[in-house]
């Protein structure tokens, strides 16, 4: 048996953390609501549907765990806690391409699937594109996971596996934007086409750039094009990086721990695609309370960001149509890619469904916008609340597809 690789040998790294944490709060939300449309939508397979592309050896150093147990954990406290399970299965299937590594994650998996769980493992996902693609297609609801270290996935390829039928999946996915920058300024011979495969661009889209911040630019500007062509919601958020043997001391809840130093760099972005807005807000919010602890001065955080984009989106509104819908003021509200850097030194606030919610309602009393068919249960009834007043909408009310679709914005001045 080879050795695992030195990222496991390791104990986690706070960067790594921060992503479990993001993924494993999108995954608990995407079962959650997939479970809840099963019992509305009876015609549907009533299946959840794991993959991770890239599924790694299974725990650090440390003995934490990496994203296989994680997931493991939460679908086995899913099966634990819920009072309603209308899954007939839920199905895990793990690619891993390194001996030793899948080794170990069989090994793990036996000991931590205690409802047994029906979990594959293969290994390069590559050479069993054709299963995957046959799994995808016939399954709804789903969430697919590619986390590789550097160039391993080429996004093409990996997007024509959802070709089929991928309007009930979620797909999170892994860029390191490091390895691209430094390729493309290495420029050693296939760097160039290593890089296309990775953010799957044409040769014409990508040549002209050389500067290291407009090619990041431009990166996400392909990443988020690629996506968007499959899902609604196309979010990056960045994830800082550990400095080197670095730590130091937080007191936090009257306990002094250990914290890893974090550059504020925006290296790795973490990058969801799903077409279901409350596990968009779930990744959001996850990353906001991440971020929060690293905030500058907590107690400023602005607002300024959101209201600014907010304002943009009703003034395209104002030109081209009457109406719009309320979804599509929050895709056009959410969509972006997020640098924490950004975020922790200038602490800005990212925009939440509640906080776009309230942006709007402050807007609506200014009488700036209004609203038309909102229907009775989603407006506020009382006077004064923590989001808005009397006839605002009511954040917590706005659950279905159908509200954000019935609902539209009007700009009247
Ligand atoms: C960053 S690690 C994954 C970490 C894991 N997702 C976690 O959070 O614990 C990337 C893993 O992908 C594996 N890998 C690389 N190319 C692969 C491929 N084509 N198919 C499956 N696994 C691959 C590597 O061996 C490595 O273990």
Not at 143 to 168: C, G, Q, R, T
Not at 218 to 228: A, D, R
Request: aromatic share 12%.
């Amino acid at each position: 048996m080879g050795k695992v690789d030195k990222h496991f040998e390791e104990a986690k790294k706070e960067h790594t953390r921060i992503k479990h944490k993001i993924f494993k709060r999108t995954l608990q939300k995407s079962l959650y609501i997939a479970n809840y449309a099963t019992r509305k939508k009876p015609n549907i397979i009533p299946e959840y549907l794991y993959i991770d592309f890239f599924a790694g050896s299974g725990e650090f150093g440390d003995g934490s765990k990496g994203s296989p147990l994680i997931a493991l954990e939460v679908f086995n406290n899913f099966l634990e806690k819920s009072k309603s399970n209308n899954f007939e299965d839920i199905v895990i299937y793990l690619a891993e391409k390194k001996d030793s590594h899948r080794e170990n994650l069989m090994k793990l998996v036996n000991l931590h699937n205690y409802h047994n769980l029906k979990t594959e493992i293969y290994t390069d996902w590559n050479k069993n594109k054709q299963k995957f693609e046959e799994i995808i297609s016939t399954s709804s609801w789903g969430f697919l996971y590619a986390d590789p270290y550097a160039s391993e996935l080429n996004l093409n390829e990996f997007l024509n596996l959802l070709e089929k039928n991928n309007i009930f999946k979620d797909v999170m996915i892994l860029f390191n934007m490091r390895y691209l920058i430094r390729t493309i300024a290495n420029n050693y011979k296939g760097a160039f086409e290593r890089v296309l495969n990775v953010i799957g661009a044409k040769a014409n889209e990508v040549e002209k750039i050389s500067e290291s911040h407009e090619f990041q630019k431009l990166c996400k500007k392909i990443i988020w094009e690629n996506l968007f062509s499959y899902k609604y919601f196309v979010i990056g958020v960045a994830l800082p990086i550990v400095r080197k043997g670095k730590t130091k001391e937080l007191p936090l809840f009257n306990e002094v721990i250990k914290k890893q130093i974090l550059v504020n760099t925006d290296f790795f972005y973490l990058v969801l695609a799903t077409d279901n807005y409350d596990v968009a807000d779930e990744f959001i919010k996850s990353y906001e309370s991440e971020v929060e602890n690293y905030y500058k001065d907590k107690k400023n955080v602005s607002y300024e960001k959101i209201a600014k984009r907010l304002t943009e989106v009703l003034l395209k509104v104002k030109e081209s149509k009457e109406t719009i819908p309320l979804y599509e003021f929050l895709i056009a509200g959410v969509t972006d890619f997020y640098s924490w850097k950004d975020i922790v030194n200038n602490n800005y606030a990212l925009p939440t469904k509640n906080r776009i919610i309230a942006a709007l309602n402050m807007l609506r009393q200014r009488k700036i916008i209004e609203y038309v068919n909102a229907p009775r249960h989603v407006l506020y009834q009382k006077e004064k609340n923590k989001y808005g007043g009397k006839g605002d909408l009511n954040p917590s009310k706005i659950k279905s597809k159908n509200d954000l679709e019935t609902i539209q914005i009007k700009v009247i001045r």
